[in-house]
């Protein structure tokens, strides 16, 4: 009997239309219902007028005229790092006590099987194995058999732990050639070439136009439109173009061609929103704009310079900078917008 009046009131449940239900709470059924009550009478409104009136949209009049945004092709072309960061005064300290470590553990030079007793090489090692006092030509001299055996790390800012002071050693130790003749034994010095400074002449002048500073960062090529903003090369998308095209031919009108560069994929690495204070109508459409999106598109220069002799894009200045240099110029909201696109290297 339970059974029977439990079923009975479900289907009346069924059949009655229902008010509140249990999964949803009593606002958001306040909601539903409101909706509901709202397009049955603008249904019921639509139905009881001519065939004219029904064919008016029911968007209100002030959804047709929504501003809407123009999209825009952005290009961040970067030049990659030419050169390995330099090391932290930890990692200096490390490297220097792991070589200095396998020299003590690695087993005695055998001088005789690589230069034969009373040759010239013979000679030129004897006498250089002289002036370093170890096998190491590079990270100092220390002596396993004297009372100084004991002394074998280096003073806190001595200048053997140096990369600069090693590379000098090395070159050093390789000038000095013996000869060996009917008159006797004698050296001369070679010339070897240097290696390249890693601090360049336009790292001392701060040249922010040369590719040929900061060697061990990402630096990104930023242009001054003539309003006086910086940012990245950017212009509208063409009715016919997709999203890479478009910032090719971006790239191309506003820093010239005489660079060699390769797009990094179709897919844009990120975006940004610029919202007027007002909306303005654009230009060749006389709409409403409330403002613009940019997409920007990943890019690499392999080679060349950027030149702005010919940019049609109004563009006044360009610099190649790096990260944190970009902050300096940028607005803040633009740079919020794309700092999460740059390398922190």
């Known amino acids: 009997m339970a059974s029977g009046s439990n079923s009975a009131r479900k289907i009346a449940g069924l ?15 306040e909601t539903i219902t409101l909706g509901r009550r709202t397009y049955a009478s603008a249904a019921s409104t639509v139905a009881g007028s001519d065939i004219q009136n029904a064919e008016i949209p029911l968007a209100s009049s002030s959804e047709a005229v929504t501003p809407s945004f123009t999209l825009k092709a952005g290009i961040v072309l970067s030049r990659p790092p030419q050169i ?9 300290a490390f490297y220097f006590y792991q070589r200095r470590l396998n020299e003590r553990l690695a087993l005695p030079f055998t001088r005789y099987f690589y230069f034969k007793r009373g040759t010239p090489a013979d000679e030129d090692w004897k006498r250089k194995y002289k002036e370093r006092t170890t096998a190491s030509r590079d990270i100092g001299k220390y002596n396993a058999y004297t009372k100084e055996a004991w002394n074998d790390e280096l003073l806190l800012g001595a200048p053997e732990s140096e990369p600069d002071h090693q590379v000098e050693m090395l070159l050093r130790d390789a000038e000095v050639v013996t000869t060996t003749s009917s008159e006797g034994n004698t050296t001369k010095k070679v010339d070897i070439q240097r290696p390249s400074p890693r601090v360049t002449e ?30 990245f090369p950017s212009s509208h998308i063409g009715l016919e173009e997709n999203l ?10 506003s820093a010239g061609i005489n660079m060699n ?8 690495i990120g975006h940004h929103t610029r919202t007027f204070k ?4 654009d230009e060749k459409s006389k709409e409403l704009v409330a403002g613009e999106k940019t997409f920007f598109m990943k890019g690499r ?6 030149d702005l ?35 922190e290297r």
């Open 84 to 92: 390995t960061r330099d090391l932290t005064p930890f990692e200096k």
């Open 301 to 306: 220069i392999l080679g060349g310079q950027a």
């Open 309 to 343: 002799s010919s940019n049609t894009l109004d563009i006044k200045d360009y610099k190649w900078l790096a990260k944190e240099e970009i902050a300096k110029y940028v607005l803040p909201q633009y740079y919020s917008n794309v700092k999460n696109m740059l390398a």
């Open 261 to 268: 560069t390769w797009f990094v994929g179709f897919h844009p």
């Open 244 to 253: 890479r095209g478009a910032a090719e031919r971006t790239l191309s009108e």
């Open 15 to 29: 059949l009655r239309p229902s008010t509140f239900d249990a999964a949803v709470c009593r606002s958001c059924q």
């Open 202 to 231: 336009a790292d001392k002048t701060n040249d922010q136009k040369s590719l040929n500073r900061l060697l061990q960062r990402t630096l990104y090529l930023l242009v001054q439109t003539k309003e006086g903003y910086w940012k």
């Open 278 to 281: 007002a909306p303005k109508p």
